[in-house]
């Protein structure tokens, strides 16, 4: 499987959890999905927009 097809799907998995369960926790979001947290991804709003970052990999939503 692609590793763009990999994320869509997991972050259809995310979207469908939140949808459902409104907002979680990092760590109740990953045990809803059977995934082990990891405190490897920092989230932090600015202008308005969520930036999530691993190491020195950065993803927007907004």
């Known amino acids: 499987m692609m590793e763009k097809t990999k994320i869509g799907l997991n ?3 995310v ?9 979680l926790s990092m760590f109740d979001l990953c ?4 995934l082990t947290f990891e405190d ?6 600015r202008e308005g927009m969520l930036f ?3 190491e020195n990999v950065e993803f927007t939503f907004g």
């Open 31 to 34: 045990r809803e999905l059977s």
């Open 15 to 23: 979207w469908r959890i939140l949808n459902e369960k409104g907002e």
């Open 52 to 54: 999530a970052s691993i």
């Open 11 to 13: 972050a259809g998995k």
């Open 40 to 45: 490897k991804i920092f989230l932090r709003k």
